[in-house]
C-alpha cells in the first residue's frame, strides 16, 4: 500500500497537480515518461482493428479465415495477462524501473516483429511481444507514478495515466488514417509504436528507481535523495516518516499472514472489507467485458463495415469518432465522478450501454432483413462464370438478398445507379472487385449497403462514450 494512499482526483486536486507540476518540472517528467507506458498500452490495443483491415487484403488465408483473424488480435490480450504477472514478479524482486526498461524493449521488438512480418505466424509472434509489453505496462507505469508522486496530487496523476491509455487508442486510429494510402499500410501502422517505446527507454534511463521500493530495500538515502526532488525541503522528513511507517505495516502484514502466495491470499480473503472489495471488483470487471468493450476496441473498422459502409478509408474514419468519443468519456468521467459518485455514474452509464447494445442488435437485424435483393440480370452482367456459384445452383435465388450472398462466401457489387436497389453476387475475387470498382459501383465484401447504417454508427459511438464514463470505476473498488 501506499503512504498517503491513492486520493479521490477531483477538480481541487486537478488545479493542485497543474500547479504543482510546472512548479516542480521533475514531477512532470517523471509523470510522462512513465505516462508513456499508458500511452503504449492503448496504442497498441487499438491499432490492430484499423490495421486488420488491410491485413486481410495482404494475405488471403487470413482474409478467408476468420479463426485466423481472432488468433491475431486475441495474442496481444493472451500476452498481456503472462506479462501482467512476469511484471508482478519483476516489481518486487527488481524494482519499478527496470520493469518498464522491459516493457519498451518488448513494445519494439513486437513492433519491429508485426512490420516486417512475411506472414501471419510472425504477426501473431509480434502480437505476442506487445501483449507481454501491454501486460508489464498496465501493471507497473501507474504503480511507479503513484509511488513517486506527491501523495496530494497522486489519484490525479494515476488518473491521467488512464487518460493517456484512450489517448493512445485514439492515436492509433488517427495513425490508422494517415496510413491509408501509403505504401505497406499495415506495416506503418504497427511499426510506428516502436517509436515512442524509443523514447520512454532513454527518458526512464534516466529517471530514479521508485521511492518506496528503495526503502524496502534498506536504501534509505537513495529514497531520501528521490524524495527532496519530488517535495519541499521542510516536507522531506515527514514524508520520510510516513513511507518508513507504511511499510513497516506492510511488513507486520506479512509476517502474520505469511510470505507465500497462497499464505497471502487466504489471509486477504479472511478480512471481510478485501473479500467484499475484491467481489465488487471483479464483478464490476466481468461485467464490463460482457459490455462489448472488447468488440468495439478490436473490431470497430469492421463493425462500420458490417453498417454498410464499404471503404477502408471511411470506416477508419468513422471510427476514429468512436474513438474520439472514448477519450472525451474518460474526461468526462474525471470530471464527474466525485460531485456524483462512483455507484451512480457507474449504474447510469450501465444502464445507457445496455441500451445501446440492444438498440444495434435491432438495427442489425432490420439492416440484414431489408438488404439489396440480388438480381440475376445484374449478377450475369459481368460474365456467367463471375457469378457466384452458390447463388447459380441455389433453389431458390429469387429470395436471395445481399446477406444471402456474403454468408455464401462472395461479394456483393452494387447497382451502378443506386445502391439500396438489387445488384450482383458474384465471385469473391481481386479481379471482380477492379472490375466492379472499374464501372464506378461499391464492391461490398463484409456488411450490406443499407439505409441503417447511420443509426448503427450513432449508437456504436454513443456505447464507445459511456464504455469510456463507466471504464474509471472498477480500480475505485
Known amino acids: ?48 482493428s484499423g490495421a486488420l483491415l488491410y491485413i486481410r487484403e495482404d494475405f488471403q488465408q487470413v482474409e478467408k479465415k476468420t479463426w485466423l483473424q481472432e488468433v491475431i488480435v486475441s495474442m496481444a490480450v493472451a500476452g498481456a495477462i503472462f506479462g501482467a504477472a512476469f511484471g508482478g514478479w519483476i516489481n518486487d524482486r527488481f524494482g519499478r524501473k527496470p520493469s518498464i526498461l522491459v516493457a519498451d524493449i518488448l513494445f519494439f521488438v513486437g513492433a519491429i516483429v ?27 507505469a501507474p504503480l511507479y507514478i503513484s509511488e513517486a508522486s506527491p501523495a496530494r496530487i497522486r489519484g490525479a496523476l494515476v488518473s491521467t495515466n488512464g487518460l493517456l491509455i484512450t489517448g ?90 505469511g510470505d507465500n502466495f497462497i499464505a497471502k491470499m487466504k489471509g486477504a ?25 472488447n468488440t468495439v476496441m478490436y473490431y470497430s473498422p469492421t463493425i462500420v463495415q458490417f453498417a454498410g459502409f464499404a471503404s477502408n478509408k471511411t470506416a477508419l474514419a468513422l471510427s476514429l469518432v468512436t474513438s474520439g468519443l472514448n477519450a472525451v468519456g474518460s474526461i468526462v468521467s474525471m470530471a464527474f465522478v466525485d460531485r456524483y459518485g462512483r455507484r451512480r455514474m457507474m ?28 438480381s440475376q440480370l445484374e449478377s450475369t452482367h459481368f460474365a456467367t462464370n463471375a457469378t457466384c456459384p452458390s447463388f447459380l445452383s441455389a433453389s431458390n435465388p429469387t429470395s436471395w438478398n445481399c446477406m444471402s450472398c456474403l454468408k455464401a462466401e462472395c461479394a456483393f457489387c452494387a447497382n451502378g445507379a443506386n445502391e439500396y436497389s438489387p445488384g450482383a453476387c458474384l465471385a469473391k475475387t481481386s479481379d471482380l472487385e477492379t472490375l466492379c470498382h472499374g464501372q464506378h459501383r461499391t464492391w461490398f465484401k463484409d456488411g450490406c449497403p443499407s439505409k441503417f447504417g447511420f443509426l448503427a454508427v450513432v449508437f456504436l459511438e454513443v456505447h464507445h462514450f459511456l464504455l469510456a464514463w463507466n471504464g474509471n470505476r472498477p480500480m475505485d473498488c
Open 269 to 293: 480473503l479472511s478480512n471481510v472489507v478485501v473479500r467484499r472489495g475484491l467481489y465488487a471488483g471483479v464483478t464490476v470487471q466481468v461485467a464490463q467485458q460482457f459490455s462489448g468493450i
Open 1 to 48: 500500500m501506499v503512504e498517503g494512499g491513492i486520493a479521490k482526483p477531483d477538480k481541487t486536486e486537478f488545479s493542485e497537480c497543474w500547479k504543482t507540476t510546472w512548479k516542480t518540472p521533475y514531477i512532470m517528467r517523471l509523470s510522462l515518461s512513465a505516462g508513456i507506458g499508458g500511452l503504449l498500452f492503448g496504442y497498441d490495443t487499438g491499432v490492430i
Open 347 to 374: 449504474i447510469v452509464s450501465m444502464f445507457g450501454i445496455i441500451s445501446c447494445l440492444v438498440i444495434l442488435s435491432i438495427v442489425f437485424f432490420q439492416a440484414a432483413s431489408h438488404a439489396p435483393k440480388i
Open 114 to 140: 508485426m512490420a516486417l512480418a512475411p506472414a501471419p505466424w510472425m504477426i501473431i509472434i509480434g502480437r505476442i511481444f506487445v501483449g507481454l509489453g501491454v501486460g508489464m505496462a498496465s501493471m507497473t
Open 168 to 257: 493512445g487508442q485514439f492515436l492509433s486510429y488517427l495513425i490508422n488514417l494517415a496510413f491509408t494510402h501509403a505504401p505497406g499500410t499495415w506495416r506503418w501502422m504497427l511499426g510506428v509504436a516502436g517509436l515512442p517505446a524509443v523514447v520512454q527507454f532513454f527518458f526512464m534511463l534516466s529517471l530514479p528507481e521508485s521511492p518506496r521500493w528503495l526503502y524496502r530495500r534498506n536504501k534509505v538515502e537513495e529514497a531520501r535523495s528521490i524524495l527532496e526532488k519530488i517535495y519541499p525541503a521542510n516536507e522531506v522528513e515527514s514524508e520520510l516518516i510516513a513511507l518508513r511507517n507504511s511499510i513497516e505495516a506492510e511488513k507486520a502484514d506479512e509476517q502474520a499472514i
